[in-house]
């Protein structure tokens, strides 16, 4: 974990053991090998990780068990790790032990008025299509020529098929759902606007094209989310769950979700006029759209009347998920305050009792070590999957034996039933056998859900069905079985993903909209019974993992103790049945409206530093990055993010010099995704020491609010002077020179603004020597620069890093890019034409190669000094930089 934090710059104790490194930590595959490699310095013994497995290992759990499996070949060691961890297994986060439970924030879901929104700059992205899903209506067709009529492109398609790939990236994309009454219809609908987003999502990604594009999705429920009636499907309503997840997780584009009041217009072409209007101005991402105006949700705190429960001894209450997570404690607060019969449904099959070797085993390493020596007795090396498998079942017995024991223990009755809740058949058949059993069904609580957590742009179908179908085939199924009965409370376990979105749960997010939206159907269809939706924030338990849990605590908000979550749950069914249908039950919440907005907030970097310079990093105005992509995607250069710190550092510290910048560290590499980056350039204030002075520099990105690259800036009254650092030690004769030619055709990545070494001259075991053509100005990379002269000048660091790229490829046969760099010196760089190159490498293993590069002038006097580089060796980097070197060939 130290080496973790130390390398991404995240603090230790935010990190887990069982977090998603791409999903959770954004480390990618580079920055894995940077980690591992510190590791096995760290840890002498440790063997290579073959690096075909290493991509298939996705958390930090995982590459500890596999290290340790490998150096000791113990099956017990990864085991080890996982009773270092946070230990917590099914039941640990709960809160039954006498801690006071925090007071919970309940809010419901109002329409408000809404003016427009401060006017945005917009033009349609000129030969780019705007896709519009077609529903055969005057509307998509008006919307179309209203589009065309203002410049753009647009293009009507069948939502079901795949748009024609014209090699082109769309400029936007219109979900226009139909306006049908079949629940069916919406859910498929649902299923192909997710699958056009992804195509949509991926084509922007891998065109950078996203800053100008826009997506906006249109349902004609009411003009009010669904709050209302209309007689459309409810189903629909979900598709605000996709437009408000996109919102978090593409953020350059523009996300609109309109609801359009489909009975307040005069024609087809007065409502695409206003649809199309909402494209000039930002504000919140919900609008409902009516002739007479615009609309949004707000949640207003609302608490709860005191009432008595819906339900009394014996009455039958239908909980799916109910065995275990927070449900369970939901179901023992139901048997022990109204003594309801509960039946609860789960896909795991019933409970037996646990083998006496089984029960001595507390955590879930002992459980598997249990496993290991009993039911695998005869199969002495399971796959690691088998034994996973293994240990959740049994885990998931336990749970539910201690579920069925805690209600029997309250004084209450219950029943489980194995049944999949996306089955309508089994589900019809659990309910008749209740009624048969236990008499008539009262209360019905859908809690069943699943997660799959991935970004939009890498969700599988597979993984979308899974959640989708679970809440909404789950939710309507119960509802056909619950059909005749006479229920008194019926409760959906909705959550805050749903109300504001939420990166990487885009099924998650509209499925959790679609039971919100059905609950108000719900309410109206059954004028008698407590009907409610309730979005739950992350509970301590359940599906929130101690990695959730830690994540949600870095975003202020804090999780419900299952004790005092389940005594909401408790007062919600109690309500009056005319009470508020769509809550938000939370211990504390995002910020409203703003998370969801398209222009949202992003977090403050961390309070010593100041921001001094924002950015918007995008090709179009900054052409060095196009020369500078990797995998395709434009990242930007170490070397100009030090110019950039640099700069930052002086800022506010006007009349010092720039003596450089010391530990400078690659956190997190800088990739333009989705067209357009913000950056923000923080520093801390100016810290007087002997020798002069310091700053901290951290570069964020807005997007993913995080610190991408580190360092600590070296200023001085007076500048540094030619005697600062030695000179490198000479090599001795070896190799032919190389050409620039080949260097960038067969070697580097590196386009034409990039393209400064003009050849090898020398090349050996301990460095190379090269030469350098004369650099350029500022405002020939880019609009706007900074400053107008450089402070380090960018492409001698650039052609210094470069160097290193080059020894290692034709030294090692390997690909590698700079990761930290110790100390650079900017002595003179300005002066430095003509400029030689001098690496001098000190050392290099599998995965890192170690050295200093100077930059001296025609007198051979050091101009500009990088000592301690380090480049990180990764043999994938051959695809990544390969594509692009064939495309500059
Ligand atoms: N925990 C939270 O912080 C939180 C926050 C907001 C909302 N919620 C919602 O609250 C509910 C419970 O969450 P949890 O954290 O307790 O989750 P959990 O611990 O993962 O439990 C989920 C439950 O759903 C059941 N289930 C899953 N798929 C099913 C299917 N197809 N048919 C029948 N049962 C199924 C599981 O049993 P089997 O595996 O045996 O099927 C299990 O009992 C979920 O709907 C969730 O979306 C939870």
Request: aromatic residues 4%.
């Amino acid at each position: 974990l130290d080496v973790v934090a130390e390398l991404t710059g995240y603090p230790t104790e935010m990190i887990e053991l069982d977090m998603d490194m791409e999903a959770d930590l954004g480390i990618d595959s580079i920055k894995r090998l940077e980690i591992l490699g510190e590791v096995q310095r760290r840890v002498p013994g440790l063997e290579q990780i073959d690096s075909q497995y290493l991509g298939s290992l996705r958390t930090l759990r995982e590459i500890g068990d596999y290290l340790l499996g490998k150096a000791g070949g113990d099956e017990a060691k990864p085991e080890t790790i996982s009773d270092n961890g946070n230990g917590d297994t099914a039941t640990a986060g709960m809160n039954g032990n006498g801690e006071r439970s925090p007071s919970l924030q309940r809010q419901a879901l109002t329409e408000v008025e809404l003016t427009e929104g401060p006017t945005r700059p917009f033009e349609f992205a000129p030969n780019r299509p705007i896709w519009i899903t077609d529903d055969c209506t005057p509307l998509s067709a008006a919307i179309a020529e209203r589009l065309k009529a203002a410049g753009g492109q647009a293009c009507l398609i069948d939502a079901a098929a795949d748009p024609t790939d014209s090699g082109t990236p769309p400029a936007g994309l219109i979900l226009l759902a139909p306006a049908t009454h079949d629940d069916d219809a919406a859910a498929a609908y649902l299923k192909q606007a997710f699958r056009l987003t992804r195509r949509f999502v991926r084509s922007l990604e891998s065109s950078d094209q996203g800053g100008s594009a826009f997506l906006l999705t249109i349902s004609r429920l009411d003009g009010a989310f669904g709050l209302h009636d209309s007689g459309v499907s409810p189903v629909i309503g979900g598709l605000s769950g996709l437009a408000k997840t996109v919102a978090h997780e593409s953020t350059p584009v523009f996300v609109r979700a309109i609801d359009l009041d489909p009975d307040s217009w005069d024609s087809s072409d007065a409502a695409a006029d206003a649809i199309v209007h909402e494209l000039s101005f930002a504000g919140p991402c919900e609008v409902g759209l009516h002739a007479r105006g615009r609309h949004g949700l707000r949640l207003e705190p609302l608490p709860v009347a005191s009432e008595s429960p819906p339900f009394s001894a014996g009455d039958v209450v239908i909980i799916s998920g109910g065995a275990r997570g927070v449900t369970a404690d939901c179901a023992e607060a139901l048997a022990r305050n109204t003594g309801a019969t509960l039946i609860l449904l789960g896909r795991s099959p019933a409970p037996s009792p646990e083998p006496e070797w089984l029960r001595a085993a507390g955590d879930e390493a002992s459980v598997k070590r249990a496993l290991l020596a009993n039911a695998f007795r005869d199969q002495p090396r399971p796959k690691p999957a088998e034994l996973e498998r293994a240990s959740r079942a049994a885990l998931a017995n336990r749970e539910m034996l201690h579920t069925l024991e805690r209600i029997r223990a309250a004084g209450g009755r219950a029943e489980y039933v194995s049944v999949d809740v996306r089955d309508a058949q089994a589900v019809a058949q659990a309910f008749e056998r209740a009624r048969r059993s236990h008499g008539p069904i009262r209360g019905l609580i859908h809690a069943a859900g699943v997660l799959e957590d991935r970004l939009i742009r890498d969700k599988t179908d597979e993984q979308f069905d899974c959640v989708f179908d679970t809440k909404v085939v789950g939710a309507r199924a119960l509802l056909d079985a619950a059909r005749d009965d006479d229920l008194r409370a019926l409760a959906f376990f909705s959550s805050v993903s749903g109300r504001f979105g939420r990166r990487g749960q885009v099924d998650y997010a509209i499925a959790n909209e679609v039971l919100n939206k059905l609950a108000h159907r719900e309410a109206r269809r059954r004028p008698g019974c407590r009907v409610v939706s309730i979005n739950w924030g992350p509970w301590d338990g359940g599906m929130v993992t101690p990695a959730l849990r830690k994540q949600f605590a870095a975003e202020g908000v804090g999780v419900i103790a299952r004790n005092a979550g389940a005594q909401a749950l408790l007062a919600e069914l109690s309500q009056p049945a005319d009470a508020a249908v769509e809550v938000v039950i939370a211990n504390g919440l995002p910020a409203q409206d703003d998370s969801a907005a398209s222009d949202s907030q992003h977090p403050a970097p961390p309070h010593r530093f100041t921001t001094t310079i924002s950015r918007k990093l995008a090709t179009e105005t900054h052409a060095f990055l196009d020369s500078h992509r990797i995998s395709g995607r434009p990242v930007l250069p170490l070397a100009m993010s030090i110019e950039w710190l640099a700069t930052a550092a002086l800022h506010d510290n006007p009349g010092l010099h720039l003596h450089g910048i010391d530990d400078v560290r690659v956190l997190h590499g800088v990739a333009i995704q989705n067209g357009a980056l913000d950056l923000d350039l923080c520093a801390s204030k100016l810290r007087r020491e002997e020798d002069g002075y310091r700053v901290e520099v951290e570069l964020h990105s807005r997007q993913d609010a995080r610190a991408h690259v580190r360092g600590v800036v070296q200023l001085a009254e007076a500048p540094l002077d030619h005697n600062a650092c030695d000179p490198p030690a000479n090599l001795s004769a070896g190799g032919a020179p190389i050409a620039a030619r080949e260097i960038y055709r067969n070697v580097l990545f590196h386009g034409e603004h990039l393209q400064m070494l003009e050849s090898v001259m020398l090349m050996t075991d301990g460095g190379a020597d090269a030469r350098v053509t004369s650099s350029v100005q500022p405002s020939e990379w880019m609009r706007e620069p900074l400053r107008a002269e450089w402070l380090t000048d960018p492409l001698l660091i650039d052609a210094a890093l470069q160097l290193g790229i080059v020894w290692c490829h034709y030294r090692r046969d390997s690909l590698c890019l700079p990761a930290f760099i110790r100390r650079v010196r900017t002595i003179a760089p300005a002066a430095a034409r003509p400029a030689t190159l001098a690496l001098r490498v000190a050392a290099v293993d599998a995965t890192r190669m170690c050295g200093d590069v100077w930059v001296l002038d025609a007198r051979r006097r050091p101009a500009l000094v990088l000592q301690g580089v380090e480049w990180t060796i990764d043999a994938a980097l051959r695809e990544s930089f390969g594509r692009r070197a064939a495309a500059y060939a």
